[in-house]
């Protein structure tokens, strides 16, 4: 995100030429930091990953529901994909999934392992 400040046209143009081989981009922490809705215009993004912090809150904290729903329909018009990181809970995933989230990451669904047990993990 700092290079984009720093150099817009140039990222832009890095950004598509990889694109164009089958690269596909997420903006990470959407709503935090650096994350700015101009990206969203300049950018040739496939994601929007809705940061933990929003996530983490939305049972508990009606701003940050309202948050999340805006992201996920801000993605849909925009054809985005959408993702949550920071699910821990089975109800935070069944909230995001009725919202029209279908993509998350987290705990919920597995925690961080070396490489060699995740090879163990597949082929079992």
Not at 11 to 29: A, P, Q, Y
Not at 80 to 87: D, K, N, P, R, S
Not at 92 to 118: I, M, N, S
């Amino acid at each position: 995100e700092s290079l984009f400040v720093e150099a817009p046209e140039n990222v832009r143009e890095t950004m598509l030429r990889l694109k164009r081989r089958g690269v596909r981009f997420s903006l990470d922490d959407f709503g935090t930091g650096y994350s700015s809705l101009s990206y969203l215009a300049k950018l040739p993004l496939d994601q929007l990953k809705i940061d933990q912090s929003f996530v983490q809150q939305v049972l508990t904290s009606d701003a940050n529901a309202a948050i999340v729903e805006s992201t996920i329909a801000l993605a849909e018009s925009l054809s985005l994909e959408v993702i949550a990181e920071g699910v821990e809970m089975r109800a935070q995933y069944e909230w995001l999934r009725a919202h029209g989230c279908l993509a998350y990451q987290g705990y919920l669904f597995g925690r961080p392992v070396p490489v060699a047990q995740l090879e163990e993990q597949a082929l079992a």
